[in-house]
């Protein structure tokens, strides 16, 4: 679990809400809403649980905040302790304020409270002093042309501060997540030549959208020698470096958070972690003769929603459709329409948080990113087509209505840019277009190639041996969960393979074990059954690669028994699996040794839910499934 609130610095104690003592008196036994009152922060609610039997604790508080994406907790049950958020389904329980929806995922930060002899009771927060507030620069004037912000793609940017410039998050190639993201707006043509000569690269996390090692690679043919700043996260930004062979060839610096990084007498930058995500995402905050740009990335709650107000710039993630859920999952309530109404649902309230959050920060300009991507392959038409993601120009003109007019916004295309001296001095034109004859959207995309690279995972002789499930999951290293997971090898189109590997696996013990069966009794289990295509899974398993392809890149189908979002198992193969892939070198080479005749007897597991495998081929399976592939391209015009 996530434990105490990540970042947390000793700081000074503030008095948030008062509870009146008539209101004190009236507390039931359980969970209270209270409001806020005496001119105390009296826009906000707070969660107060009273429990008598508890003489060390009697009373629990914390503010009515859900740290997903900041909805408020609701009262189900009045006997229970849980509280169920209206955003989301999250739930807390009250009594130890942890999340027990996702399960074993987070703490929330708890307030004191102390009664007064009038009888009421003051509720306090501590409140760190945050890092910006103890160094302020003056902000000096800026001439035109000296700072200024050029669009690339997606969520890249190159920052032009005098004479230095800074990249931020540059994936200009190939595709992310396996095959499932693929950019949206084609990169300016000299992106290459641009990215060599800059100064510096921040890095925001280790999504492929993010960190492109693909980009990477060509970087690194023409220098090597660029310092790429990542935050000091737990899980490594760079823990897959080696396997893409690259640990060496990058100068990759690793920064503590909430501390300046001088890269000039002029610039520097802090990078700011995450407050649900403190283990992967990461926003920064760039102080360039006193002027500040943030750029919250990705961020869900970024430094646990306390940042610096007035900046001269903001940027952020804007579009949704960034997940496996709901639109890969399948099963009771995931109809097509249920699942057309909480995209709908979802994207609004994205909006309106984003909106919130540019409220509380009130830059001069804000900018809608990160969300630039396309599902391009042919099979992923069905994401393509339902996948609905926010459009900036609405996140733009609720800002505007909001907030009046107040906050400038702009909505970057490829090769665009923003002059800050220009918007400072109040120029209504300080911005430029892309120049002309710039190719604005992608049409052409390295689909036969990344393809090319997946399938070749289908013939390797490790799944010809029945102890891969085994060896893989121990490899994994997650256990003493309760949960059955299932996995079914598929075709394009998520139909099972009679032909393909069917693999359950429990989670309950020490060590996770492989099942020939379900069992015969699961009450009080946990199921989790995904569909995955049979090449992208091979792939992954073959080089110990996160599962973040599989559920964020849409290349699986899922059904859940019963409809929980189980984090921990997510998080741990999203983010946790080891830094070395699984040894696979003793069951290769015990697969060259046999006989022609022995290899066509190894057999894959059943695709039936219970009795004994059905004794299928493996090297059929592959065959099968080249097959079905190269017959849905042709048809689809993929193939010619």
């Known amino acids: 679990m996530e434990g105490k609130p990540c970042g947390l610095k000793e700081g000074h104690i503030v008095e948030v809400t008062r509870v009146g003592a008539e209101r004190a008196a009236q507390l039931r036994t359980g969970v209270n809403i209270i409001s806020g009152s005496g001119g105390i922060e009296c826009k906000n609610t707070f969660l107060l649980y009273k429990d008598e039997t508890n003489f060390e604790q009697p009373l629990v508080a914390c503010r009515n905040k859900c740290k997903h994406q900041g909805g408020r907790f609701d009262i189900e049950d009045s006997s229970s302790c849980v509280v169920k958020c209206t955003k989301h389904g999250w739930e807390l329980d009250m009594s130890t304020l942890a999340y027990t929806n996702p399960p074993d995922s987070f703490f929330q930060e708890q307030l004191v409270v102390e009664e007064n002899e009038d009888g009421s009771l003051s509720l306090y927060e501590r409140q760190p002093p945050q890092p910006w507030e103890l160094d302020v620069r003056p902000a000096l004037p800026l001439q035109p042309g000296e700072l200024v912000l050029t669009y690339f793609t997606h969520a890249c940017f190159q920052l032009k501060f005098g004479p230095l410039t800074v990249f931020f998050d540059p994936w200009l190639t190939g595709p992310a997540f396996l095959r499932g993201w693929w950019l949206m707006h084609e990169p300016p043509a000299d992106w290459l030549d641009q990215l060599a000569a800059c100064d510096a690269i921040y890095i925001s996390h280790l999504h492929s959208d ?359 198992f997510w998080d741990h193969f999203q983010i946790n699996l080891p830094l070395e892939a699984p040894d696979w070198s003793p069951m290769v080479e015990a697969s060259r040794k046999l006989p022609p005749r022995a290899k066509l007897g190894l057999q894959a597991c059943s695709r039936r839910e219970t009795g004994p495998p059905n004794r299928t081929l493996v090297l059929a399976a592959a065959a099968t499934l080249s097959l079905a592939l190269l017959f849905q391209m042709a048809r689809t015009g993929y193939v010619r």
């Open 210 to 568: 993010h960190l492109s090692y693909e980009t990477l690679a060509r970087l690194v043919q023409r220098r090597k020698d660029i310092p790429i700043y990542v935050g000091d996260l737990s899980t490594p930004v760079f823990l897959r470096a080696e396997q893409h062979g690259l640990k060496h060839q990058l100068d990759i610096r690793v920064c503590q958070f909430d501390r300046w990084v001088e890269l000039s007498e002029d610039l520097r930058f802090m990078i700011l972690m995450d407050g649900v995500h403190p283990a992967m995402d990461t926003a920064i905050l760039l102080d360039y003769k006193g002027h500040l740009i943030l750029n919250t990335v990705d961020c869900t709650c970024p430094n646990g929603a306390r940042l610096p107000t007035n900046v001269d710039v903001m940027m952020s993630d804007f579009a949704g459709g960034a997940s496996g859920f709901p639109m890969t999952f399948f099963g009771g309530r995931y109809t097509e329409q249920w699942k057309e109404q909480f995209i709908a649902n979802e994207r609004q309230k994205l909006l309106y948080y984003k909106a919130g959050v540019v409220g509380t920060v009130m830059p001069k300009l804000y900018i809608p990113f990160a969300g630039y991507f396309v599902e391009a392959h042919p099979g992923d038409e069905y994401l393509r087509r339902t996948n609905k993601k926010n459009d900036p120009a609405d996140l733009c003109s609720l800002i505007d209505r909001q907030l009046k007019g107040r906050v400038n916004t702009w909505r970057p295309l490829p090769g665009g840019k923003v002059d800050v001296a220009l918007l400072l001095e109040g120029k209504r034109q300080f911005w430029t277009d892309p120049p002309p004859g710039t190719k604005i959207m992608k049409t052409q995309w390295r689909l036969e190639e990344t393809d090319a690279k997946l399938m070749e995972a289908l013939y390797s002789p490790v799944f010809q041996n029945t102890c891969w499930p085994q060896q893989y999951f121990e490899w994994a290293g997650f256990s003493n969960y309760n949960l059955v997971l299932r996995v079914v090898e598929t075709d394009e189109h998520f139909a099972p393979l009679a032909s393909g590997w069917n693999v359950l696996v429990d989670f309950s013990g020490d060590k996770p074990l492989v099942l020939p069966a379900l069992p015969g009794d699961m009450t009080g289990r946990n199921y989790l059954e995904v569909r995955v295509r049979a090449h992208v899974f091979r792939y992954t398993v073959l080089n110990g690669e996160l599962w973040d392809g599989i559920y964020i890149g849409f290349q699986s189908r899922i059904t859940r028994d019963p409809d929980i979002f189980h984090f921990k």
